[in-house]
């Protein structure tokens, strides 16, 4: 038999009580349900979409991880930001979204679009630019995004550069 969901307000597990007079056990030694109604939308954001925080050092006190979710609405590109020094791994859930990224590999550095749709996955390496477009005039596209830094890192640029060709 199931137990009953988590409800907000009873803590992060309304099964296990704190006896009374005991501090409650550290952040790191429990389990944590964050619910979806529960994101926390106070993090770094770039114009054209809206991150959430689902699991990150604020939230659940994590401390080599973020996760969470990314809201680009239709007909919206995101700004040209990266990630200062996280890895980022993104997951599709719904829309089609289009990473856009320079890639230098041929005789000059030329956009590269990668098309997704739900299922596909992206990965961003460290201080890669890039930015995020939804083309869809009426659908919302929402991606789950997993950082290895315990907080989103989102430095925000004036433009595109091929990683090792930085504007001074």
């Known amino acids: 038999m ?15 009580h704190d006896a009374p007079g005991e501090s409650a056990a550290p952040l790191r030694t429990r389990l944590h349900h964050v619910r979806a109604d529960a994101l926390d939308g106070d993090t770094a954001q770039s114009g ?6 689902a699991v990150s050092g604020k939230t659940v006190g994590s401390e080599k991880l973020w996760m969470g979710q990314t809201h680009v609405a239709p007909s919206t590109s995101s700004s040209d ?15 089609h979204p289009e990473f856009v990224f320079l890639d230098d590999t041929g005789a000059q550095a030329e956009e590269i679009r990668l ?21 869809d005039p009426a659908e919302e596209a929402v991606v789950v995004i997993a950082r290895s ?3 989103a890192i989102v430095v925000n640029l004036p433009g595109l550069y091929v990683l090792g060709a930085e504007k001074a």
């Open 149 to 151: 830094t315990q907080e």
């Open 81 to 95: 930001h990266h990630h200062g020094e996280s890895e980022t791994a993104i997951y599709v859930v719904s829309g």
């Open 2 to 16: 199931s137990e009953p969901l988590t409800t907000p307000g009873e803590g992060f597990h309304p099964h296990l």
């Open 48 to 53: 054209g979409m809206r991150r959430f925080a």
């Open 115 to 135: 098309r997704t749709s739900p299922g596909d996955y992206i990965f961003v390496p460290p201080f890669v630019p890039h930015r995020e477009e939804n083309p």
